[in-house]
């Protein structure tokens, strides 16, 4: 026999979208078997009421010649031979009807039974299953659905741990009844075949039997040609039955597994995460606006391809294309109190998609990924490779601080930085002169600081101090008394990258690589959170203000940048150097890395141009 098509149970868990396109098949063929079978079963019921028929015609016949004799014709004379033929023709019929009538029972019993054991058992049972599966499938996403609207707040782990017992009853519900419909569905493919034969089978043996009887109109050859036919069903018969004992053992291995395969973020505590995949797949919950201000999320299957995010939902025979993932930047993002949810933005500064990962885990891998793949580290030789050394000697070139308040030791790491720059680290510039070293740029082992917001609370009482918030929400005079005499004043939307300290100040190469070794941090250690502010430049000041409030973050004296430079390959990196007197008597050097929505370069032209007018005005 030719092998038969299976649905690989091991495949039942995971629930793809690759294997439910697969699994639409086995059911299209089950459907198409079951109208076949319908088909089917009518004509042979036909065929079975025919026969019915022929055996009440044949005994209403014989009754029918026997009246013959009854009858008072006008002109009966001579009649006996006829009446004595038609006798005898009573009787041959009498007896062909004892043949119709075997033949009809064994049409019942060999020919229809079969088929309509095969419908109302087989198919009845594919289908039940296949109900069973549609509502399993429905509940688990509904407890998915459940589990990502999951708040963050601690006193909801109460309701966090009996969402997550919903969540892995059902999804071990689902995969139950999957692998019962797949084994259901594998089965029908061997059953389907018995299921056809039988009834011709014993359709076959109920005419010979009749033909033997009557006459020896069939050859012994189809004698043979049916018990071949019959060892062909038991051997049938034998390799089902050895597949169904190696399903049944297979879904015992498969439905042994730890109870962790079903419960989502069960290593929240902490997460083995791979950062250096360069292609990734899996259900991601898409955030969807449906109004101004009413969103929706839709769980669906992505994956990675080249240099593309693609999506393929559930039944779609192939994915199509979400984002273009080249020199894309991801982060993550706090969104409607959904817990793992992350931000991919376009080249051009523009907000893309925002998605929501199911674990921690899953998060951090997918924004390893993305990050990597924007890089385009997939276009080289070994793109696996690429991406372990990259990490590696980002890992091994920073050393990150997240807060501006934390102060504490780290280790000077010996390793020379000079050659790190690999073909596809973008963030380094290359330049035709002499270029110093990074150890004379910037002390190995720096802390790179990479939140310069402090609470609101803070804000209002360093730019604001005691005075009372005016409630009918009109503008204070003295908010930025500088900025009516300015001659100059530009707003720029600026995130703020991080910042750390230097060692000179002569060479824009120390804003270059402070951009590297920033960038490098956040990548490595996952940090892509920024907070967005407004960059106002005057002739006097830089100054960092909070969209919302209008509040102050930080403020630099435009006399002290003494360097600004934006990126040369990436225009929305732009930089700059501060030198700040101490009490001691020394003075400090640090930079500052930001992202902007606009080129970097209208920022340093803004710079520029404000220390021009403060010189004018010196002059003067």
């Known amino acids: 026999m030719p092998a038969v098509d299976k649905l690989l149970l091991e ?83 009498d007896k062909l009807n004892v043949l119709h009538t075997e033949l009809a029972k064994q049409l019942a019993d060999a020919m229809v039974l079969p088929i309509v054991q095969f419908r109302e058992k087989d198919l009845t049972e594919v289908s039940t299953l296949k109900e069973l599966f549609g509502l399993a499938s429905s509940e688990h996403d509904l407890s998915m659905a459940k589990y990502s609207r999951l708040p963050k707040k601690k006193e909801n782990e109460k309701v966090k741990t009996e969402v997550v017992k919903e969540v892995a009853a059902a999804r071990r519900k689902q995969h139950l009844a999957s692998l019962q419909y797949y084994s259901a569905l594998n089965a029908l493919q061997y059953r389907k075949r018995m299921a056809m034969m039988e009834p011709m089978i014993g359709f076959a043996h109920g005419q010979i039997n009749f033909f033997k ?173 690429v991406a372990i050394k990259l990490n590696q000697k980002a ?49 190995p082992g720096t802390p790179i600081q990479f939140d310069i917001v402090l609470p609101a609370t803070e804000f209002l009482d360093q730019n604001r101090g005691s005075r009372r918030i005016n409630p009918f929400g009109e503008t204070e005079d003295e908010s930025f ?33 402070a951009m590297r070794q920033v960038l490098a941090a956040r990548a490595i250690h996952n940090i892509f959170r920024m907070t967005e502010s407004h960059l106002m430049v005057t002739s006097q000041t830089l100054r960092l203000i909070d969209p919302q409030t209008q509040v102050s973050r930080a403020n630099f004296e435009l006399t002290s940048v003494t360097q600004f430079a934006a990126h040369q390959e990436n225009k929305r990196l732009v930089g700059f150097v501060t030198r700040i007197p101490e009490s001691t008597g020394e003075e400090s050097l640090s930079t500052y890395i930001f992202e902007s929505n606009s080129e970097g370069e209208k920022i340093c032209y803004a710079i520029n141009l404000g220390k021009e007018i403060i010189e004018v005005q010196k002059a003067h």
């Open 481 to 513: 008394p500088e900025a009516e005499d300015s001659l100059l004043q530009q707003m720029f939307i600026v995130r703020f990258l991080g910042s750390m300290a230097v060692k000179t100040d002569s060479t824009t190469e120390v804003i270059y690589e």
């Open 213 to 385: 009887k009557g006459a020896e109109m069939f050859s012994r050859s189809m004698d043979s040609f049916l018990s071949s036919v019959a060892d062909m069903v038991q051997s049938i018969e034998v390799e089902l039955e050895a597949e169904a004992e190696k399903t049944r053992i297979s879904q015992q291995e498969l439905l042994s597994v730890d109870e962790s395969v079903y419960t989502p973020d069960f290593d929240v505590a902490a997460p083995q995460v791979n950062r250096n995949l360069i292609q990734k797949a899996g259900y991601l919950n898409l955030r969807n606006k449906t109004g101004l201000v009413t969103t929706t999320w839709e769980r669906l299957y992505f994956f990675t391809q080249g240099g593309n995010l693609m999506c393929q939902p559930r039944g779609a025979v192939a994915g199509g294309l979400i984002q273009d993932l080249d020199n894309c930047s991801v982060m993550a993002v706090d969104c409607e109190d959904r817990r793992y949810c992350f931000q991919i933005t376009t080249p051009s500064g523009k907000p893309g998609i925002i998605l929501q990962a199911e674990s921690r885990k899953e998060n951090e891998e997918w924004i390893c990924a993305i990050n990597n793949i924007s890089r385009q580290i997939y276009l080289t030789d070994n793109p696996e490779a």
């Open 11 to 93: 495949e039942a868990l995971q629930d793809s979208p690759q294997t439910r396109s697969l699994l639409s098949v086995f059911e299209e063929d089950a459907g198409t078997l079951t109208d076949y079978t319908n088909q089917l079963l009518q004509a042979m019921q036909r065929v079975f009421g025919a026969q019915n028929e022929m055996c009440l015609a044949t005994q209403q016949l014989s009754k029918q010649l026997l009246a013959y004799e009854k009858q008072n014709f006008a002109l009966g004379k001579g009649d006996e031979e006829v009446i004595s033929t038609l006798h005898y023709f009573s009787e041959v019929v």
């Open 395 to 443: 890992l091994q070139a920073v050393t990150p601080f997240t807060s501006f308040g934390k102060k504490q030791e780290s280790s000077c790491l010996s390793q020379n930085l000079k050659n790190s720059e690999t073909e596809n680290d973008k963030i380094v510039p290359k330049a035709t002169v002499s270029i110093p070293e990074a150890e004379e740029l910037i002390a």
